[in-house]
């Protein structure tokens, strides 16, 4: 049964209200690293609850505007361009943002799968989180790989560290540098999503009620 006209007008008014609302938690920082990423006020949240909501495909779409809105208001204030040419800084805005925020829309995967909605919402929520985490992996070690000598050898100093410099060649050492680069702040926040997702489903009933209704989309 497909929606009514009011339905989609109601979805269409709660997305615009949640993606303006994990803009504004975005800017919200509980800890930022020194070296460079941050952990967010759970600015990922309100997109995996529109996923969870209206669905995957509707998720996708949702977390594909909140990338580009990232790109906007983050890329530009960030020196993750500094010396690139436009093929990679095209390449970089396809993966760290648009395949990476659209990742969080999946947070619905698991809805109608496991039964217990709380657990369903909780883990499609750090699934989703976690196959962001994979393609700034990817993104970094493709454009940023270069940055781990420095980060070795300059920020993260100790025998362990002089020890990987030593021993592993510069690709080896370029994929540890963007697993724990990028896990120093997406692996806190996928902890801080993930418990988040939690209360809200749990304690929060009219948004309990909507999130957990069946939406056939048309």
């Given at each position: 049964m497909a929606q009514t006209k009011a339905q989609k007008t109601k979805r269409l008014a709660l997305s615009g209200v949640m993606l303006a609302m994990s803009v504004v938690l975005s800017f919200i920082k509980v800890f930022e690293w020194p070296f460079g990423g941050s952990i967010t006020a759970c600015s990922m949240l309100p997109v995996a609850v529109l996923g969870y909501t209206y669905g995957v495909k509707w998720g996708l779409l949702c977390g594909t505007v909140?990338?580009?809105?990232?790109?906007?208001?983050?890329?530009?204030?960030?020196?993750?361009?500094?010396?690139?040419?436009?093929?990679?800084?095209?390449?970089?805005?396809?993966?760290?943002?648009?395949?990476?925020?659209?990742?969080?829309?999946?947070?619905?995967?698991?809805?109608?799968?496991?039964?217990?909605?709380?657990?369903?919402?909780?883990?499609?929520?750090?699934?989703?989180?976690?196959?962001?985490?994979?393609?700034?992996?990817?993104?970094?070690?493709?454009?940023?790989?270069?940055?781990?000598?420095?980060?070795?050898?300059?920020?993260?100093?100790?025998?362990?560290?002089?020890?990987?410099l030593q021993k592993c060649s510069p690709n080896l050492l370029g994929l540890i540098y963007s697993v724990i680069y990028n896990g120093a702040y997406m692996l806190p926040e996928l902890i801080l999503t993930s418990v988040a997702a939690v209360l809200v489903i749990s304690l929060i009933k009219p948004v309990r009620q909507e999130m957990i209704k069946t939406h056939i989309k048309k």
């Open positions: 909140h990338g580009i809105l990232q790109a906007i208001t983050g890329a530009a204030m960030s020196s993750a361009f500094a010396g690139m040419n436009i093929g990679s800084a095209l390449a970089i805005i396809i993966i760290d943002y648009l395949f990476a925020f659209s990742a969080v829309g999946l947070s619905g995967m698991l809805k109608g799968k496991i039964k217990n909605h709380t657990a369903a919402f909780a883990i499609g929520t750090a699934l989703a989180i976690f196959i962001r985490y994979m393609a700034h992996i990817v993104s970094g070690y493709i454009f940023y790989k270069s940055y781990a000598d420095w980060f070795f050898g300059e920020v993260m100093v100790n025998g362990f560290t002089a020890s990987l």
